[in-house]
């Protein structure tokens, strides 16, 4: 790899991380597969909730997050990246999997309602593979801390019978922040035990990170955290007055006061939360660096869909948000940094997509992958080399009754994006040219209609 691509800094940890990046990325699948566990790389995956490409200050957004940001100038910024869907559950599904969620057991293209009595028999099944078993599997020490919401009913469904070590959050979409419980129901973890928490939830959850990074950091043996935070997704309270549920923004006051420059009440209570979240960021990342973690971790950074207006959310200049399939509701901000391996401060407008990680992470740690995979790997990318095109994208969001939604399909070939909204005729848009959506071509391009139907229709194949 040529020397430009390492900051002064970086060469400064000299034959040591030349040996790492002998390891993890040059040696032949065999002779990799036989290195030291302690050479490979540890993982740390940053997984905000309902946060737009519009609500991070270096895509441009109004709101500080320093922290964030501080990724982009240590790594890479991806200006192309999808979510996997625009709703929660298949959004998680996708990234974990690396399939899309239209070919689960369970068809979870909706999110999964912790109420409702049909959800408690849904989720993820144990043949549906997660790169977290795969490293499991390999060695690796895997925790999740944060939000799930790949099923809450039946234990089956729980992340620790599917690669995970430790869970400590909660399994359902949302929580109320000051009690860490959904509306007035118990729903925060300990492996399988319910437990009772003291603090708000973005802190809840950053607190049990940090404990976890210390007991990592002396141990001899590589990692993965998938650090989900339930901010800024409104919070679940509960209304004494009607006895029933309530979804209400829940900032801290403290991080409101930080923000009094934004008009809007309800941005202003979003951007409160983005805030407060950016600061757990930031102590997590200063943690990395304190245990000397920080030059052997591979630290990704994104979000699980766009933005929804309602709640204060973001997408501009995108159209659309969360639970469309417009760019607002699954393109989203992506930030990936690991030392010596991804040039500081570069940007990429090549297409990628959560369900790129996979692959991705399987050519990072040398672990085998399936065959039936929907995403490619993005080490390319990553390390600065051409890439001129990307596999096909198809995205499908299932119709949701209590939630007044319906359904939504969507699919993406090198510049052409090709959208169904609920109950209207398929839309075409050349993003390269119209990467607002506004100028609809189907008309003059029936054969190319044709094709991306077809790429939607297979999708659904394949379980």
């Not at 997984?47 to 500080?64: A, L, R, W």
């Not at 973690?293 to 973001?314: E, L, P, R, W």
């Not at 490619?376 to 095109?389: A, D, E, F, H, R």
Request: net charge positive.
């Amino acid at each position: 790899m040529p020397t430009t691509l390492f900051s002064k800094a970086s060469l400064m940890c000299g034959f040591a991380l030349i040996c790492l990046l002998t390891r993890t990325l040059a040696l032949p699948a065999a002779t990799a597969a036989q290195q030291p566990l302690k050479h490979r790389p540890n993982i740390l995956i940053i997984f905000t909730d309902d946060q737009g490409v519009n609500d991070v200050g270096c895509y441009g957004s109004e709101i500080p997050t320093p922290n964030i940001d501080s990724l982009a100038k240590q790594g890479i910024q991806l200006n192309q990246f999808y979510a996997a869907s625009s709703i929660c559950t298949p959004s998680r599904f996708g990234l974990l999997t690396g399939r899309y969620a239209q070919r689960s057991q369970d068809r979870l293209t909706g999110a999964l309602m912790f109420l409702e009595q049909r959800d408690l028999q849904r989720g993820i099944r144990q043949h549906e593979r997660m790169f977290v078993k795969d490293l499991q599997q390999a060695g690796y020490q895997t925790h999740l801390v944060g939000k799930w919401h790949l099923g809450h009913g039946d234990k089956k469904f729980w992340p620790t019978e599917h690669g995970f070590d430790s869970f400590f959050g909660h399994t359902g979409g949302c929580v109320d922040f000051f009690t860490c419980q959904y509306a007035n129901k118990p729903d925060w973890y300990r492996g399988r035990d319910l437990v009772k928490t003291t603090g708000y939830a973005t802190d809840v959850i950053t607190d049990e990170a940090l404990n976890r990074l210390d007991q990592l950091s002396v141990s001899d043996r590589p990692w993965l955290m998938h650090l989900a935070y339930n901010a800024p997704h409104f919070g679940k309270g509960w209304d004494e007055a009607t006895q029933s549920a309530v979804n209400i923004m829940q900032p801290k006051p403290a991080d409101l006061k930080q923000v009094q420059s934004i008009n809007d009440p309800l941005r202003r209570a979003f951007a409160a939360k983005v805030v407060g979240m950016d600061k757990s960021i930031g102590l997590v990342l200063k943690k990395l660096n304190s245990t000397g973690m920080d030059q052997n971790t591979f630290v990704i950074f994104m979000t699980d869909h766009g933005g929804d207006a309602k709640y204060g959310g973001s997408n501009k200049p995108l159209r659309g948000g969360k639970a469309t399939l417009f760019e607002g509701g699954i393109r989203v901000p992506c930030l990936v940094r690991f030392p010596g391996v991804i040039q500081p401060g570069s940007h990429s407008n090549a297409v990628a997509s959560a369900l790129d990680w996979y692959p991705t992470l399987a050519e990072l740690t040398r672990i085998s992958v399936p065959k039936t995979l929907d995403g490619q790997s993005l080490m390319p990318i990553l390390t600065g080399k051409p890439v001129t095109t990307h596999r096909p994208i198809v995205w499908a969001t299932g119709a949701h009754e209590s939630l007044e939604r319906k359904a939504w399909a969507a699919a993406r070939i090198e510049n052409w994006k090709w959208v169904r909204p609920p109950q209207q005729k398929a839309m075409l848009f050349d993003l390269e040219t119209d990467p607002t959506e506004q100028t609809n071509l189907a008309a003059k391009h029936p054969a190319l209609m044709k094709r991306m139907r077809t790429l939607v229709d297979e999708s659904f194949q394949g379980q």
